[in-house]
Structures are given as structure tokens and as C-alpha cells.
Antibody
């Protein structure tokens, strides 16, 4: 069974750094792209970017380029999403999902990030 | 890039059919068959309902169907059930970013 398990909820202050994780199991982690999706409070889903763990090739949505860093460690089947300096506007639920060709077929449970002073 | 355009809300009574539209451009919906639909119940992870415009993943009810005409894709749910009440999002590959884009989401209310 394909599973993506994300790290737990985080509460941070503006300006702090953060790295959240997404661990895959039940499939060949290096053979599928992993995508990150944001959902701000009361808003819709937004593609942030994708990474191919096999070679760490990464594509960012223009809206998120330079705002976050997506990475992966293929040896522990884990993808990451990180911020160097959080803003209040980064408060959101973040989902990782496996990308099978053009669709997201398995999703993590989500990580809630709250940024507040 | 701009989100695909979906109606903010639709509603229907149990047993009825509803259709949710998803309008894009020739750079996304109209140019590729990589249209997918997701069901999202609040507090849960989104679930893939349709991929490649009209294909259903294993385990998804055949009450859910997808289609596309020009730059508009559609999700039809027949025989509405209470558990279908959720937010629905379309997504399409877009050549403008080499990634994909979601629609703004549609809240389905089962009356």
C-alpha cells in the first residue's frame, strides 16, 4: 500500500526557519515525482512544486520560486519542504502527494503550519 | 499562473445528478488530456476521483465521471449521496509553468 506520512503540526514565529517532511513507503520512492500543495485557511489548493527523488530534479510553481525549497533524501525515502524565514502568510496546511504522470494519486495527511508572533 | 475557473458552489438533492465545470485555456485544459479531479472533505487529505480527463482510479464509484470539450472539463456526479458533500478541485498540466494548476474549487452541497 502506498503511504505518505507527513511530520506533525508546527507553530513558529515570523522570521524563523522550518523544514517539514513527507516519508513515502509501499512503492519505489525514486521512481515517482512528489508534489507539494498548499491550502491557506479558507482557500483552495495550490501547486507549489515537485521533486523527482531519483535525481532531485525540481520544478517550482512561479508563485513559490524563491519562497520555499523542496528537497529529498532518496536513501530514507523522504521529501522536504523548507522555509528560511517564515511569514504570517505562510500559515497554511501543506500536503505532499505522489505524482503519477499527470495526477496526484496518493496524498499525505497534511502538515499544519501556523506562523504567529 | 491563473487558476482554472470553477463555480464556487453547486447543490443537488440525493439521487440527482450535478456537473461541475472547469474552464482553462489552450495552454492547459484544452491542450492536454492531463485533467484530474479531487474530492476534499474538510480535515482530510484530498482524494483522486478522475484522471486523464475521464478515467477512474480503482475503488472510485462509477457515479463519478469526467469529460472535456475544448477548454472546459467537467465532473459529473450521478445519484448524489450525502457523503458526496465536499469540495471538488480540478487540475490540469499547464505548459506555462511546466507544472500544473488547480481550479479554485467548488463546494458541493447535498440538500
Amino acid at each position: 500500500e502506498v503511504q505518505l506520512v507527513q511530520s506533525g503540526a508546527e507553530v513558529k514565529k515570523p522570521g524563523e526557519s522550518l523544514k517539514i517532511s513527507c516519508k513515502g513507503s509501499g512503492y519505489s520512492f525514486t521512481s515517482y515525482w512528489i508534489g507539494w500543495v498548499r491550502q491557506m485557511p479558507g482557500k483552495g489548493l495550490e501547486w507549489m512544486g515537485i521533486i523527482y527523488p531519483g535525481d532531485s530534479d525540481t520544478i517550482y510553481s512561479p508563485s513559490f520560486q524563491g519562497q520555499v525549497t523542496i528537497s529529498a533524501d532518496k536513501f530514507i525515502s523522504t521529501a522536504y519542504l523548507q522555509w528560511s524565514s517564515l511569514k504570517a502568510s505562510d500559515t497554511a496546511m501543506y500536503y505532499c502527494a505522489r505524482l503519477d504522470r499527470g495526477w496526484l494519486d496518493s496524498w499525505g495527511q497534511g502538515t499544519l503550519v501556523t506562523v504567529s508572533s | 499562473q491563473s487558476a482554472l475557473t470553477q463555480p464556487a458552489s453547486v447543490s443537488g438533492s440525493p439521487g440527482q445528478s450535478i456537473t461541475i465545470s472547469c474552464t482553462g485555456t489552450s495552454s492547459d485544459v484544452g491542450g492536454y488530456n492531463y485533467v484530474s479531479w479531487y474530492q476534499h472533505h474538510p480535515g482530510k487529505a484530498p482524494k483522486l476521483m478522475i484522471y486523464d480527463v475521464s478515467k477512474r482510479p480503482s475503488g472510485v464509484s462509477n457515479r463519478f465521471s469526467g469529460s472535456k470539450s475544448g477548454n472546459t472539463a467537467s465532473l459529473t456526479i450521478s445519484g448524489l449521496q450525502a457523503e458526496d458533500e465536499a469540495d471538488y478541485y480540478c487540475s490540469s498540466y499547464t505548459s506555462s509553468s511546466l507544472l500544473a494548476v488547480f481550479g479554485g474549487g467548488t463546494k458541493l452541497t447535498v440538500l
